[in-house]
Nanobody
Framework: QVQLVESGGGLVQPGGSLRLSCVAS????????MSWYRQAPGKERALVAA????????NYADSVTGRFTISRDDVKNTVYLQMISLKPEDTAVYYC??????????WGQGTQVTVSS
């Protein structure tokens, strides 16, 4: 059974920082591309960042480039999203995501990030 469990969300003031974590189980973690998505109220879920197997490459949404950093620890089966200089428009539910080569997709339950003064 594949599980993705996110943590680390919360309420933070504009300009603040948070680090999200996603622990995976039930998959050979090191073989999977891992991603973070987010969904703001009234908006579609959108890709925030992705990291290749082994961490050899990363890509980011334009809106977070330079502020967010995705990383992975294949020993701990964990992917991280370090977020700095947070803005109110970063407020969303953040989801961990991966996809099996067969095409089956796996989502975490989400963690709420609220940026507000």
């Amino acid at each position: 059974q594949v599980q993705l469990v996110e943590s680390g969300g919360g309420l933070v003031q504009p300009g603040g920082s948070l680090r999200l974590s996603c622990v995976a189980s039930g998959i050979n973690f090191s073989s999977y591309v891992m991603s973070w998505y987010r969904q703001a109220p009234g908006k579609e879920r959108a890709l925030v960042a992705a990291i290749a197997r082994g961490g050899s490459s990363t890509n980011y949404a334009d809106s977070v480039t330079g502020r967010f950093t995705i990383s992975r620890d294949d020993v701990k089966n964990t992917v991280y999203l370090q977020m700095i200089s947070l803005k109110p428009e970063d407020t969303a539910v953040y989801y961990c995501f991966t996809k099996h080569p067969s095409g089956r997709a796996y989502w975490g339950q989400g963690t709420q990030v609220t940026v507000s003064s």
